[in-house]
């Protein structure tokens, strides 16, 4: 009994092939929506494979659609359009607008979806000389709308019917084997879809008709659009899958015949991936690092490690000057590292190092006496060694000028001797405002040591090689201080700073630093006869992908930061205001943001949590096909918060330019920035994909 007539467009009656396509915003068709990577003439091209693309690019007054512009000289009639190998969302709203004029607004009917080959029959044949195919699909992964080849035409329906027998299925390609554990490994390739058509007991005229199609497709040669019931949902753009036509006879008059269409496979969409950057591994190509002057860091040996220009540093747990902030020692976790970003910093005393142009009183300096903290050292640390006189035992440094008011970072590296205790301390050269710490070197602790309105804001004891530790604080002294030198006050064994001393007594010091107007020290600056500046790092990689549905990760270990916004990943324009531009940040009181400007409307969303110093910290930025977007943060491993969404936004193309900035704004660089990774990735992605990828 027959079930349903077949009805097939052939490659040579698509007219689809003779239109003009383009891609653009129907609100302004300056907004070019097409991919020049995949133009959407591909789309009038076989094999399918070879994909066409239009952007979700929309202007402001743009409907945040994606929009296919199909123009003919004059009117054609149709009554079967098809999207053959997309890659739309089941939630895609398909519109097919029709008229004569370009981008028309009139809705001629909704397209259905369907897997692989969405397509609408017209009952009735339109006419049109202008169509607009409308897509919005707000929940497409890839921030684009893919589609392998598009048919329009008029189908040709057979006389005569097929078999309920028929059968329809859909099969998976793919590669599967397993581990040397026997854990199976399955890798989908590609799908496609099966249909065996029987033709029972048909007379020799529509036997010949089935025979001719079949040489007129040459066998599985040439494709065609096969539907097999227009009011129905199955439909494939294939081939016959067999190399003869065999018809079995049941009478001189009447035959049978099997015929099986297979459409070409189509698999995932193929997408160029976004940069991911980890630690200790080969940037991607193309990817810039730079700093003009030499710098240290901390090596996992506890020893300071000098690295030229234009060599990245590692940073540890606890081990950057903005990161610790204990009274007491830090234990560092070495299994915690990541790449060091610091901004531009300068050490405003001429001579860090030596010692021997400091005023002294009741004390005298030794030079040579022990080695610096260094990998590589030279015994160029002095010794304060005490008078015998009875006083105060003291070394002061050449004054620093500074802006009224402000944190002033200053650091010092101390190492005990005969004596274990002093007080190190910024003092004003007029009044009598002073800040800092008592340092106990034989218990590693720091307390506050101020007064006249002096105040210690942050102060931390950081341990390094070969019994030396190096204590780093955020001063501020009285109102109106403008002027002031770092003092080291030798203490007895009853902490008290004025006693009798004992000649040779003492204690180590090495690199004091002062870096005026900022509230924590950064990693050392050495300076020898002059101030010093240590350049910014400024790293960033290639990022050429338009403004689109997309998830950003990064993963680091939290530092103490300047007053402001610190940017931690940035991609756009070297400018830190040039638009459209997207940045995951921290705020000045240290909680996770994340903004998008796409040239018109800056959209930004913090989350309430705040974020401890030292601990490492995950943020993911997503941006939705709407243009809204959501950062969720977690802290050492633990439970992610995720905040409200930021108002709807366009995505008008490419970013300002094809960057993607690490610890910095732009060129602008802030921090310090200790980062582990930056990994992206289109569509919506949760944090435990970000964390795996």
Known sequence: MAFAKLNYLKIEDNIARQARLTAVDPADDS?????????????????????????????????GSMNLQV?????QSINVIALVGHNLSSSATITLNGGSSFNPTSSQGTMTWRRNVAWHYFSAAESHKYWNIEISDEKNAYGFAQIGYLVMGTLTELDFGYSLSSSFADEMIGLRSQTETAVPINRHLAERYRLMLEFQHETTTDISTLRSLFLDLLGPDEP?????????????????????????????????????????????????????????????????????????YKNEHLELVEVGSGVLRTGWAGSVAGISTSSGPHHYDYDEYGTLLEPARTNALSYGQDLSVYTLSGVTVASASTDEPKATASGLAYKIE?????????????????????????????KASERTECKYYLDATTGTSYAGATIDLSAATIASYAGNSGILQSGAIESYANSWYRVNMGVQLGSGVTNAQQRVLLADATSSATYSGVSGYGLYAWNFQHEADKSFSSSPILTSGATSTRNADLLYAPFDFDTQTMSVYVKYIKAKVDTGTQALVHIGGAAAAADPRLVLYETGSEQPGFSYDDGINSRAITDTTVLAIGDTVELLGVLYPDGTGKVTVSQNGGAASTSSAFAANTFPGAFNADRIYIGSQGSTVQGPFVVQEVKTYRGVQTLEFMREL
């Open 31 to 63: 907004v070019d929506q097409a991919d020049s990577n995949f133009p959407v003439s591909n789309m009038q091209l076989l094999p399918v494979s070879k994909p066409g693309r239009i952007w979700n690019r929309v202007s402001s007054s743009g409907t």
């Open 224 to 296: 065609a659009l096969f539907i097999p019931y227009t009011s129905g949902t199955e439909a494939v753009f294939g081939r016959i899958n067999q190399d003869s036509f065999q018809r079995v006879y049941s009478s001189p008059d009447t035959a049978s015949v099997a015929v099986e269409l297979v459409d070409d496979p189509t698999g995932v969409p193929v997408v160029a991936y976004m940069p991911v950057l980890r630690d200790n591994r080969e940037l991607p190509d193309g990817s810039s690092f730079t700093r003009q002057t030499v710098a240290y």
């Open 386 to 414: 005490e008078a015998q006189a009875s006083g105060a035992h003291q070394v002061s440094s050449s004054a620093v000028s500074f802006t009224a008011d402000t944190v002033q970072a200053v650091a010092l590296f101390l």
């Open 71 to 75: 123009s003919f000289t004059a009117a």
